[in-house]
């Protein structure tokens, strides 16, 4: 692994010190002086002895004396100037070693601090990864979107679940989000207040379009990403296709209510809108009729035929009794090959009668099923509220026992 280089201080580029070149300087000085002065003595002596002049001899020895002591002061200049020397270099060594000593730990530390970095970002790779695989082998749309609706980053599920091959083809295609994808795109305005007040959107079930256009219903979880200053800076979320599911809770809801084989009303569904009726006929002192009717040979021909010649026969029945029933009334299988007509706003038990004749009339032409034509009769009862009786039970019940004890309408 390469260390980072260290720059050198000015002390270690230039091998001396400013202290070293003071007392070098100083010493120069020194031993000059005393050369020049014992060039004097020296051309003095010269002097005395050519010219043998007595009074020059008194100088000579005056200057031969300085010379002498200035030598001496020379020499104890010197020895002190070494001693400097010599502290100095001690100095400049145990200095070296110090800048040694705090380079190599300085060295050490930075090398430990690569290390840390470099066993950090790997991990933070691998968390990376983690995430990026997770994020795109999730069973589930994953998004991030701009408070504008501007997708930032969509996982392939998601791009998937509206009709795209990859999350580029999605981000390529849709530049907003929630305009383009969302049937309501008021919806988005129902989570954002719902974030504003909750912080989260949890379980919102929402309409959206695929590429094609067709339909899915999702389940949106998602929260708002704030920076520090509390502004919203993104959308982030999960969204689940529930279309299967919404689908079978319709299925079950149908079947709770509607005959699966005829799609009418069943039992259930008509007890509750014919009690509806009864509380509104109450209310405004009308009268309400209950036909009960009943195909007359429906066994015979179920069994001779087969069951799957039979459902055919009920499905062409239901049809044409749905073909002449009002809007505001009510046809229902309530079982078997037994149906049961509520008219409402019904003026006397004639105008019932009428409509009664309307429906067996409807049974005259013969029924076209599987290459066979054939007549099927029916026996009608008829109830009615409240001289017949005062709630939905009784009503279908009575003409119900009726017409199965006589096989005629009455």
């Known amino acids: 692994m390469k260390r980072p280089s260290r720059t050198a201080s000015p002390q270690e580029t230039n091998p001396y010190p400013p202290q070293s070149r003071q007392i070098e300087g100083r010493e120069w000085w020194l031993w000059a002086f005393a050369v020049t002065v014992t060039l004097a003595l020296t051309a003095g002596i010269l002097v005395l002895v050519v010219g043998e002049k007595s009074d020059l001899l008194e100088w000579v020895r005056g200057l031969a004396a300085l010379v002498l002591l200035f030598d001496i002061y020379t020499v104890y200049q010197h020895l002190q100037l070494q001693r400097v020397r010599r502290q100095l270099a001690e100095q400049d060594r145990l200095r070296d070693q110090l800048l040694r000593l705090q380079s190599e730990r300085l060295e050490q530390e930075v090398a430990a601090r690569t290390d840390d970095l470099l066993i950090a970002?790997?991990?933070?790779?691998?968390?990376?990864?983690k995430y990026r695989t997770i994020f795109e082998n999730a069973v589930i749309g994953i998004f991030q979107i701009t408070p504008e609706g501007r997708p930032l980053n969509v996982n392939r599920a998601l791009a998937?679940?509206?009709?795209?091959?990859?999350?580029e083809d999605f981000l390529a295609e849709v530049s907003n989000l929630p305009a383009q994808l969302l049937v309501d795109p008021d919806r988005m305005r129902d989570f954002?207040?719902?974030?504003?007040?909750?912080?989260?959107?949890?379980g919102a079930e929402a309409e959206v379009y695929r590429r094609d256009r067709s339909r899915k219903w999702t389940l949106w979880n998602m929260r708002a990403v704030r920076d520090a200053?509390?502004?919203?800076?993104?959308?982030?979320?999960?969204?689940?296709?529930?279309?299967?599911?919404k689908l079978a809770e319709k299925q079950v809801q149908f079947l709770a209510y509607y005959d699966p084989l005829t799609g009418l009303p069943n039992r259930t569904l008509l007890q509750d809108r014919l009690a509806k009726s009864l509380a509104g006929a109450r209310r405004?002192?009308?009268?309400?009729?209950?036909?009960?009717?009943?195909?007359?040979?429906?066994?015979?021909?179920?069994?001779?035929?087969?069951?799957?010649?039979?459902?055919q026969l009920l499905q062409g029945v239901a049809q044409r009794l749905k073909k002449v029933t009002r809007e505001q009334d009510t046809v229902a299988r309530i079982g078997g090959d037994e149906f049961v007509i509520a008219l409402s706003a019904v003026n006397d038990v004639q105008a019932a009668a009428v409509a009664a004749e309307r429906?067996?009339?409807a049974m005259v032409a013969e029924f076209e099923l599987q290459g066979r034509s054939f007549a099927v009769n029916c026996s009608i009862g008829i109830s009615l509220f409240p001289d017949h009786g005062q709630d939905s039970e009784t009503l279908i019940e009575r003409r119900r026992g009726h017409v199965l004890s006589q096989g005629r309408w009455t």
């Open 359 to 361: 429906f067996m009339d």
């Open 229 to 245: 200053e509390g502004r919203v800076v993104l959308y982030e979320g999960m969204v689940e296709d529930v279309t299967d599911r």
């Open 160 to 167: 998937q679940m509206h009709g795209h091959n990859s999350s």
């Open 121 to 129: 970002n790997a991990e933070l790779r691998r968390a990376e990864e």
């Open 284 to 311: 405004r002192n009308e009268k309400v009729a209950v036909l009960f009717v009943d195909l007359d040979r429906f066994k015979t021909i179920n069994d001779s035929l087969g069951h799957t010649f039979g459902d």
């Open 192 to 202: 954002e207040r719902i974030l504003g007040e909750e912080g989260t959107v949890r």
